[in-house]
């Protein structure tokens, strides 16, 4: 008897508790741009921007010749060498309200990766779900654009 009245304080409070409404409000969600080169915020350009410098260096990493930067622009230089790297072309995104441009060229007879491809390779790392740079990652190439 002494428990079964112990079990119903404890119901009533937690009854009493659940009717409450909350101390405070949840905090209003944060946008974020549906296109990764988009960014609606300046932390989101800021991650972007980080996200973009991550892709340049492991690009750089697998092979493919040093970008240099000029402004917001960076890109492959003209006086590179010639190789199966398609050459870069990015120009950064400003603070807020505006898009990360991305293009790539492939300067040799044939390239590892194609412009569509390297741009879904760069957008997965925008997303900040970075993919390999070879044709055969499946994950990121069977990914929406």
């Known amino acids: 008897m002494h428990r079964l009245f112990w079990l119903l304080?404890?119901?009533?409070?937690?009854?009493?508790?659940?009717?409450?409404?909350?101390?405070?409000?949840?905090?209003?969600p944060v946008a974020i741009a549906v296109d990764p080169?988009?960014?609606?915020?300046?932390a989101e350009?800021?991650?972007?921007?980080?996200?973009?410098?991550?892709?340049?260096?492991?690009?750089?990493?697998?092979?493919?010749?040093?970008v240099q930067r000029e402004g917001r622009l960076l890109f492959t230089p003209a006086d590179a060498p010639v190789s199966d790297w398609p050459a870069l072309y990015i120009r950064l995104a400003e603070a807020e309200q505006s898009a990360f441009a991305f293009n790539?060229?492939?300067?040799?007879?044939?390239?590892?990766?194609?412009?569509?491809?390297?741009?879904?390779?760069?957008?997965?790392?925008?997303?900040?779900?970075?993919?390999e740079f070879h044709a055969d990652a499946r994950p990121c190439f069977n990914k929406a654009k």
Do not use: H, M, N, W
């Open 9 to 28: 304080v404890v119901l009533a409070l937690l009854a009493g508790c659940a009717g409450q409404s909350p101390v405070s409000e949840p905090p209003a």
């Open 45 to 66: 350009c800021t991650t972007k921007l980080s996200r973009t410098l991550l892709f340049i260096f492991d690009y750089a990493e697998a092979g493919a010749p040093l």
């Open 37 to 42: 080169q988009q960014c609606l915020t300046r």
């Open 104 to 131: 790539a060229q492939c300067r040799a007879t044939a390239c590892r990766l194609t412009a569509v491809q390297l741009l879904q390779v760069y957008r997965s790392y925008l997303r900040g779900q970075p993919c």
